[in-house]
């Protein structure tokens, strides 16, 4: 299943990209978004019922569509980062990195000897092809794409430090937690927030290394892209679901209106009977 990291390759020739989440844990969703043609998915693990399994299932299906995915740890955590890594993610965002030394550590549990400490069993994984892949540790090593999350007032005061860690591919602004870590949670658009994420903006830029986020209030994804982000990772499973359901209520809930709806059951045609399913 070894396959060189297009994602990466992509970021390094330029391009743009623009992603989806996978929040609910569940394969089968990952697998329709993963063949709906996004540049990426992102398998979210920090939050969101799924457990290591589950990831490792939304892996296999995303695979069978072609598109590159991300897997979000919900820790740095060199044990969970050294199971997923195994299982064959071939690019891993990693939340809440506050300093550079937490940021040399989430590379360090990612690399194999003698660059870094990532636990050995190359020989066996299913990242490796079960052992099938010739020089897997090394290509291993060059193929992972690392995307570190800054998402909080101290993160932003150590961004600089941070993104100057070798082997750090993307550093990802996450917009809510940073509000809250200022008493402003949820409080996207009050102007302490949009000061300290403009901080953050200017200080990844400078760096070169590319920057992602979510798009957020007064942040659409096209004014993202306009401001210098690369990665932006826009709609959730989990919203898509709920949204697309709520607009069906209403679309039935409009129809029935002043309608006996036990009428309806014995007969009279109701227009969500349309699936194809």
């Known amino acids: 299943m070894y396959r060189s990291n297009g994602l990466k390759a992509r970021l390094n020739a330029g391009d743009n990209l623009y992603g989806a989440w996978i929040g609910s844990g569940s394969p089968a969703n990952a697998e329709i978004l993963g063949h709906v043609g996004f540049d990426f998915v992102v398998v979210d693990q920090e939050h969101g019922a799924g457990e290591l399994a589950d990831a490792v299932a939304a892996l296999r299906a995303v695979e069978s569509s072609g598109t590159p995915c991300v897997v979000r740890a919900p820790w740095n955590d060199p044990i969970w980062i050294k199971r997923i890594l195994d299982a064959g993610a071939e690019s891993l965002m990693i939340p809440q990195i506050e300093t550079a030394a937490a940021a040399k550590a989430a590379v360090s549990a990612c690399r194999y000897p003698p660059q870094d400490m990532r636990g050995y069993a190359a020989g066996v994984v299913r990242a490796s092809t079960f052992g099938l892949e010739p020089g897997y540790v090394e290509k291993a ?39 809250g870590s200022i008493g402003r949670l949820e409080q996207l658009d009050h102007p302490d927030v949009r000061n300290l994420v403009c901080r953050a903006e200017d200080i990844i830029l400078a760096s070169g290394k590319p920057m992602g986020t979510v798009p957020s209030a007064g942040a659409s994804w096209q004014e993202l892209f306009k401001r210098g982000y690369r990665i932006v990772v826009g709609p959730h499973d989990v919203i898509l679901l709920r949204e697309a359901a709520c607009a069906a209520l209403r679309e039935y809930a409009s129809f029935c209106d002043g309608t006996d709806r036990i009428h309806l059951a014995e007969g009279t045609s109701d227009p969500m009977n ?3 399913y």
Do not use: P, T
């Open 141 to 179: 090593n060059q193929n992972l794409l690392i995307v570190l999350q800054i998402e909080s007032a101290a993160a932003v005061e150590h961004a600089a430090e941070i993104c100057a860690v070798e082997g750090v591919d993307v550093v990802f602004i996450g917009v809510n937690d940073l509000a």
């Open 274 to 276: 349309r699936q194809s």
